[in-house]
């Protein structure tokens, strides 16, 4: 599984339907390949004043992408499993200091592929403690790329940047799987 952790400075995006991108957050990160997303909230002084500066404030599993309806704004990215708890959530320390170390003093913005395997292990258990049994959302990338139907119709779009969307992941909103 593929899990995107990445800090955030707001709240808003996602927005409670779980849709990650309405205000263009994270840009072109949001059309990585990832089979999963964490977000946490930063130590700085904007993190701080939405109240979810070193908190876990959400979570997504198995994402759909879909241009945005504004044209320019890069992808939307829903979630067939999302929790949004914003200020809410539990201080990513306290359940992951390995992870939280990474982020806050090794000052990582975001990881996909660098994870050791200790983080690799907390951050796969921060998505079970926020969505439950993992048989309910755990699914091998390869079988969900086997059946999208549209991925070729998504290398077709592009956006107002000129920025190729070739190396977009290979599910897209008109897939069943």
Known sequence: MRILTYKRTHTGDPNSAGRFGINDCMGRV?????????GVGGLGSEPQDYGINGRVTWVGVDPTWSPHPEGSRGLIVTFEHFKLLDDQGPML???????????????????????SDAEKAEA??????????PSLWRQSSEVRKARCKNRQVRRNYRLQSNYLLNRMPTRCAGCAG
């Open 30 to 38: 949001r059309s990585w390949d990832f089979d999963a997303i964490i």
């Open 93 to 115: 320390a306290a359940s992951s200091p390995l992870l939280a170390r990474r982020m806050y003093e090794k000052k990582a913005r975001v990881l996909l592929s660098s994870y």
């Open 124 to 133: 796969v258990a921060i998505i079970q403690d926020m969505l439950g049994q």
